[in-house]
């Protein structure tokens, strides 16, 4: 790929990143989808690892599919895409700035919800948008490595 086209693909990459952040903060903080209607009286917070992960496996049946799939995959799907972006549009990258960026984004969402009494503060969701961010980045290197590789065959096409 030409130095052109990567510029153009950094800044596609960053104008997709901010409008997910955009999204993200609005989802995790400001929607009412799921169940984040109102300021709650008391604060709602788990600090034990994998407390809430077990509760939703084990009451899986009573909760009901969705809301353990929205619990457990939807904390991991709804980070990916920030893995990936922040990938795409960053020069320095790498496995250990992904993990470090992703978990403190998590952070700073899992405290503004403390803080402010909207939804709740969840160790457990910390280490699933982590998990989210971390594969993001694996499907980044993924897609810059077939990249790589089809722009090494046609250089050698030529």
């Known amino acids: 790929m030409k130095q052109k086209q990567v510029k ?7 104008v997709l990143f901010v409008l997910y952040i955009f999204f993200l903060l609005y989802f995790l903080i400001f929607s009412d989808w799921y169940g984040r209607s109102g300021v709650r009286e008391e604060y709602r917070y788990n600090l034990v690892l994998f407390t809430e992960i077990k ?6 049946e009573a909760l009901g599919a969705f809301a353990v799939f929205t619990n457990l995959f939807g904390n991991i799907l709804i980070f990916v895409p920030y893995g990936f972006f922040i990938s795409m549009a ?3 990258r790498g496995f250990f700035l992904t993990l470090f960026y992703s978990f403190g984004l998590s952070l700073c969402v899992e405290v503004f919800q403390l803080l402010t009494r909207v939804g709740s503060f969840d160790v457990d969701d910390l280490l699933l948008n982590t998990v989210g961010g971390i594969l993001g980045y694996v499907l980044f290197s993924i897609c810059n490595v077939i990249r790589r590789n089809c722009d ?4 050698k096409r030529r």
């Open 8 to 14: 153009r693909v950094r800044a596609l990459g960053k």
């Open 55 to 60: 509760r939703f496996i084990e009451y899986r």
């Open 152 to 155: 090494g065959g046609r250089k």
């Open 90 to 92: 960053s020069r320095s």
